[in-house]
């Protein structure tokens, strides 16, 4: 029994002919697809330019400008459907995408406060790019500030993603809004020293380092009676362009004062233990 063909090459023949009837409007969406791409493209870069000579703000502008080129890029496919006369499409899809959104605000809380985060943190600048930040006990340089997250490299060389919320909920140090820091240098002098003597010769100490901040006054503090010393801080500024350099700040420090003591006979005393053997009786 053979079977007839012709309803099937009837059918064939009626998408051909209906393709045939849409394809020009098929070819006018397609072009409208691209030219909404090369606009969109072009109304990015030329944003980006405007938004960075008017606020000065390379990582707002990125995100602005991106946020434009979705829309722009959204419109485009909303204008191609149309020319395809599926407006019920256009309108189903616009509904769909606002039942969507309203259930993935619910279901990706994390996600929107993230994106919020690193558009409030773009408009605020509490840190740029190259910046050296500490949050959440991570310390590193800012290598990155997308939408969601921000990218930071510590300096024993591992790569750290914070999510943009954590940078906005906690507190956030930022070391290079001044170029200048602090440093704290903790050290202990036997009992027998005298502590008039300790802290001339840590001032004049500090005060031989070059890149010590001269504007700034250097102290010395003693801060408690410890174990096997009596211990003190001696505070003194650095500037530095790097979080190297303030090491090195650091390191010149105990250098310099330890050659002092040295050579005004001031002793650094080891931990000292006594321990008593009680003979049985």
């Known amino acids: 029994m053979l079977i007839s063909l012709t309803p099937l090459i009837n059918k ?38 405007l938004l960075d000579k008017t606020y000065h703000n390379q990582e707002l502008s990125a995100i602005i400008a991106k946020v434009i080129y979705v829309i722009i890029i959204g419109l485009g496919l909303m204008w191609a459907l149309s020319i395809l006369n599926l407006n019920k499409t256009v309108t189903s899809l616009l509904a769909g995408a606002g039942i969507v959104g309203l259930a993935l605000s619910f279901a990706f809380q994390d996600l929107a406060t993230n994106f919020v985060s690193g558009f409030m943190m773009a408009a605020k600048r509490p840190f740029e790019i190259g910046d050296v930040i500490e949050v959440d006990g991570y310390i590193g340089e800012v290598l990155a500030i997308n939408l969601r997250s921000t990218q930071i490299m510590t300096f024993d060389g591992n790569e750290v993603i914070i999510p943009n919320k954590t940078l906005f909920q906690n507190a956030l140090t930022n070391y290079y809004k001044t170029k200048t820091r602090r440093v704290d240098l903790e050290v202990g002098v036997a009992y027998d020293s005298d502590l008039d003597l300790v802290e001339r010769t840590c001032l004049n100490a500090v005060e031989l380092m ?19 010393s009596i211990n003190l801080q001696v505070q003194y500024w650095v500037e530095y362009d790097t979080y190297i350099q303030y090491l090195e700040g650091i390191s010149d420090g105990v250098r310099t004062i330890k050659k002092a003591f040295d050579k005004e006979g001031i002793n650094i005393p080891f931990p000292i233990r006594t321990i008593e053997y009680k003979e049985k009786k």
């Open 210 to 228: 070059e890149k010590r901040v001269k504007e700034s006054e250097s102290r010395v503090i003693f801060t408690e009676f410890a174990d096997s």
């Open 12 to 49: 064939v023949e009626g998408w051909l002919d209906t393709l045939y009837q849409y394809l020009p409007n098929i070819v006018m969406a397609i072009l409208a697809l691209i030219l909404m791409y090369f606009v969109a493209k072009l109304v990015r870069k030329s944003l980006i330019k």
